[in-house]
T-cell receptor, first 112, second 117 residues
Framework: GEDVEQSLFLSVREGDSSVINCTYT??????LYWYKQEPGAGLQLLTY?????DMKQDQRLTVLLNKKDKHLSLRIADTQTGDSAIYFC????????????FGQGTELSVKP | GAVVSQHPSRVICKSGTSVKIECRSL??????MFWYRQFPKQSLMLMAT?????????EQGVEKDKFLINHASLTLSTLTVTSAHPEDSSFYIC?????????????FGQGTRLTVV
């Protein structure tokens, strides 16, 4: 089946940039998403990118998509302690009927 | 963004009993709702996709008789865990999408922590 992979942990210092990486296997992916999950909570959509784009910027967030390599990244500028959470990459495609396939999640730890 | 409300947020039940979890779209009509299960420190596992007015589509390995899904209206889907056992203890999250269109945002509920004792 289709697969989405992420590294499990990332630790950065407050004020630095964080880059969370994701790879996926579905060549027919249409949309790719980044979600944030805080402890005991549901998922908050941070941003998403259509597969014909290679970059999207939204305030401190920058998403880069390399469709050829099937690689997606999320850059958080000026990372704050409140950004500490688990970040999930997800993809959807017409082949999958619109359902989201999630990566394992990357736990971001921001140290003061 | 749109709001999806999930209730209850936490529930503890005895082994052998059934538990119902509700997922409501508060300000839009959700033609499709998804139910996920999440184990600690793990990703979300899609359990089933429910479309209003039709039977849910279950993912491979998910017991449809154990996890009953009803999507009777455009704003409400329910997941009933029947004859719950301790191994059913998990975090259950629903999401709702306004249209049957890829790329429209899927909004998530806040999740339900089920503990079966």
């Amino acid at each position: 089946g289709e697969d989405v992979e992420q590294s499990l942990f990332l630790s950065v210092r407050e004020g630095d940039s964080s880059v969370i990486n994701c790879t996926y296997t579905d060549s027919s992916s249409t949309y790719l998403y980044w979600y944030k999950q805080e402890p005991g909570a549901g998922l908050q959509l941070l941003t998403y990118i259509f597969s014909n784009m290679d970059m999207k910027q939204d305030q401190r967030l920058t998403v880069l998509l390399n469709k050829k390599d099937k690689h997606l990244s999320l850059r958080i500028a000026d990372t704050q302690t409140g950004d500490s959470a688990i970040y999930f990459c997800a993809e959807s495609s017409y082949n999958q009927g619109g359902k989201l396939i999630f990566g394992q999640g990357t736990e971001l730890s921001v140290k003061p | 963004g749109a709001v999806v409300s999930q209730h209850p947020s936490r529930v503890i039940c005895k082994s052998g009993t059934s538990v119902k979890i509700e997922c409501r779209s508060l300000d839009f009509q959700a033609t499709t709702m998804f139910w996920y299960r999440q184990f600690p420190k793990q990703s979300l596992m899609l359990m089933a996709t429910s479309n209003e007015g039709s039977k849910a589509t279950y993912e491979q390995g998910v017991e449809k008789d154990k996890f009953l899904i009803n999507h009777a209206s455009l704003t409400l889907s329910t997941l009933t865990v029947t004859s719950a056992h301790p191994e059913d203890s998990s975090f259950y999250i629903c999401s709702a999408r306004e249209e049957r269109v890829v790329g429209t945002e899927a909004f998530f509920g806040q999740g339900t922590r089920l503990t079966v004792v």
